[in-house]
Structures are given as C-alpha cells and as structure tokens.
C-alpha cells in the first residue's frame, strides 16, 4: 500500500530564507507526483507536477525535484516570503489512477 | 469564470440527519471526485466518477453515498451511518485520463451540532 510522508510537519523560517520542504513514498510505480498549496480554510492549488519520467520541474522560485528509484522529492522555495505562507502537500498517483496525498508541510514565513 | 464550486461553505448535521453537499464543475471535465481531510492530515478519497451515470468508491466510502447524473454535477452525501462526519470536504475535477491535473473546489466545513 502506496504511503506519502512529509518532513517536516511544520517550519517557520525568517522572510528571504531559501527552504526545502521533503516528501517520501514507499512504492516507485508512480505516474506522476504533485505539490500543491492550501491556505487555511481553503482548497489545493497545483503548483507542479512532475511525470514519473522527468527529474525536476520549475516555476519561479519554486523547484521541484523527483528520485523515483529512492522515493523522495524535495520542493525548493527560493527567497521565501511571507506569502507563500501555507501548507504545501505532495501526492503521488499510483498506478490505479488514485492520488495519494502526504500530510502536508505548514510553513510560516515572517516578515 | 471556469472552475469548480462547493456550496454551501460551512454545514451544520444534527444527529441522525442526512445531508448534501454539492460540486459543480464548468470545465467540461469528465473525471470528478470527493476528497475529506482531517485537521494535520492529508487528503482521502471518498468516492470518484469517470463518466455520467458511473462511480466508484474509494478508500473510505462507509457511511457516504454519490450521483452522478449530469457531467458538471457530482453531489456527496454524508448519511447517518458516517460517525464521525466532522471534516473538510473537498470535491476535484480531472480531463478524461486519471493522470491529468486535478483541479480542486474551495471546500465545505462540515460541523456536527
């Protein structure tokens, strides 16, 4: 059974910090892999995904990277501020077509 | 606008009562599904829909029952035998292929009186 973790539950770091927010999965048949953003008491906005077949993805200062051999990926957030302030959550899809979802990193970014 | 709607925003249950939430789509998505999270965790499928007139239950479906009449229409219902119904219902839509994007709702707060 496919198992998403994310370290560290929670993170707060000063404004302009650069940051890495760590996702592990137990088994590497995967389609793809996904990091999306909450605000509190709101819904998930995509943010990347990355195909099973490529390594990294990168969309402003956010860059994801994926080792499928090892079951790892890391989101790096350069120069953080205060509004990237949230909870970020990494899913796979496993090969039944079902996202499988972390437990989700709260960051707090301070001015 | 395209995206997807919840309604209501927050919803009050009393004991033993069913009730319904509802999701709306204007992407013309064939692919829908019903997420709940719990405070800290992350998100576990309810149910999920392919095409009209067809579902399938996914990791904890016990206690929630789903329709699917209309492509852009995908209402949840938490019946009395859910238990513990308190949670964040979140409702997504993806294209035709399980590995497309999917796009997310903002979500109803279900509270139990």
């Known amino acids: 059974k496919q198992e998403v973790t994310q370290i560290p539950a929670a993170l707060s770091v000063p404004e302009g910090e650069n940051l890495v927010l760590n996702c592990s999965f137990t088994?590497?048949?995967?389609?793809?892999l996904q990091w999306f953003r909450q605000d509190p008491g709101k819904g998930l906005t995509s943010l990347l995904l990355?195909?099973?077949?490529?390594r990294e993805q990168t969309s402003g200062r956010l860059n994801a990277s994926l080792d499928k051999s090892s079951g790892r990926s890391t989101l790096y957030i350069a120069a953080s501020q205060p509004g990237d302030s949230a909870t970020y959550l990494c899913a796979v899809l496993n090969q039944g077509g079902k996202l499988i979802f972390g437990q989700g990193t709260e960051l707090s970014v301070k001015p | 606008d395209g995206g997807i709607t919840q309604s209501p925003k927050y919803l009050f249950r009393k004991e033993g009562q069913n009730v319904t939430l509802s999701c709306e789509q204007n992407?013309?998505?064939?692919?829908m599904y019903w997420y709940r999270q719990d405070p800290g965790q992350g998100l576990r499928l309810i149910y999920y829909?392919?095409?009209?007139?067809?579902?399938q239950k996914g990791d904890i479906a016990e206690g929630y029952s789903v329709s699917r009449e209309k492509k852009e229409s995908f209402p949840l219902t938490v019946t009395s035998a859910q238990k513990n119904p308190t949670a964040f219902y979140l409702c997504a839509s993806s294209g035709t292929s399980l590995r497309e994007t999917q796009y997310f709702g903002p979500g109803t707060r279900l509270l139990v009186l």
């Open positions: 992407l013309n998505h064939d692919a």
């Open positions: 990355i195909q099973s077949s490529q």
């Open positions: 088994d590497s048949a995967i389609y793809n």
């Open positions: 829909s392919q095409i009209v007139n067809d579902f």
